[in-house]
């Protein structure tokens, strides 16, 4: 069959959701569990809105998987629960192919850019999604590297840096703040993303607060984002205003925080449904736990957790 990196509009989309849908309820035993115990007849569905969205606390007690063997297994930070969320993936070639082609889609090819990572609560532990994926970025990049909390060089590579290319930081929300209080930059040409909070490190403060910090102290005029976690095999990403957009193969709906089966089209406040169709060999239709609202341009906002 296509793969989801085939998909060109919206009736390739649904098809191929539908599609991976009843292939998900028959190999993969816990989402099938899940869909029988709300009483969801699989060939009753038809729509996108119909498909059962598993609630994503799963990952922290099942294998969720159609496959009998792992390739590789991705784990969350456990910043948010005590018990770690472990995703079985069957395919790293899946995952490469996903990351890389949005990454591609909404900036350039690696080799096109200087790419840094700055995520030490990341790099100091085993199995992050986010480390995979910026490794391979990193590994494919002309100019690029991880630099832990060694901000000095950091400084000299960004200031050294081929301006001919595009520049990419990654880097995780309190160790940009870190970065940010040493040293003032002027980053204007880098693009800045940050793919999470303060992970355990620092005290939480608003997304927006946290931005305008970085903006005065980077010299950067917008902040740009990356929305994935461990549970996915891709990601969305913001230039600027808290504003994600996804790839075509990845799709946020917004429920009613309280009821779980109803979906806000009104732009008002709810929590995040995801669909990641090059999830396949474990669970595309997934319940997060995170509050956003949908955009008139097509994309989403993240405000927080439930």
């Not at 007690?61 to 770690?84: A, Y």
């Not at 005065?216 to 095999?233: A, K, N, P, Q």
């Amino acid at each position: 069959m296509p793969t989801p990196f085939d998909i060109k509009d919206e009736s390739d989309f649904i098809k191929t959701a539908l599609d991976t849908f009843r292939f998900q309820y028959e190999r993969c035993a816990p989402y099938r569990q899940y869909v029988d115990l709300i009483g969801t007849d699989p060939a009753s569905v038809t729509t996108l809105e119909q498909i059962p969205f598993m609630p994503i606390s799963l990952f922290r007690t099942h294998r969720i998987s159609t496959e009998p063997e792992d390739e590789i297994v991705f784990t969350s930070s456990g910043t948010t629960s005590t018990q770690q969320s472990r995703h079985h993936v069957a395919s790293a070639k899946m995952y490469r192919e996903s990351f890389t082609r949005a990454f591609e889609m909404f900036y350039r090819r690696p080799e096109e850019c200087n790419i840094y990572g700055l995520l030490p609560s990341y790099l100091e532990r085993e199995g992050s999604s986010l480390i995979y994926m910026v490794t391979e970025l990193i590994r494919r990049s002309p100019d690029g590297g991880f630099f832990l909390y060694d901000h000095a060089e950091l400084v000299r590579r960004l200031e050294a840096r081929d301006r001919r290319r595009m520049t990419i930081l990654f880097g995780v929300g309190f160790a940009l703040l870190d970065l940010a209080e040493e040293y003032r930059l002027d980053l204007a040409d880098v693009i800045v993303m940050e793919t999470g909070g303060m992970k355990g490190r620092r005290r939480e403060v608003p997304r927006a607060q946290m931005h305008a910090v970085f903006k005065e102290r980077l010299g950067v005029d917008r902040v740009h984002s990356e929305y994935g976690m461990c549970e996915l095999l891709s990601q969305g990403y913001s230039s600027g205003d808290g504003i994600f957009f996804t790839p075509p193969w990845m799709r946020v709906l917004i429920r009613d925080e309280n009821d779980p089966f109803t979906y806000r089209h009104d732009g008002r406040r709810g929590c995040i449904n995801v669909i990641d169709l090059a999830n396949r060999h474990s669970c595309s239709f997934i319940q997060t736990d995170d509050l956003g609202r949908l955009t008139p341009d097509g994309g989403f906002t993240v405000e927080g957790r439930r």
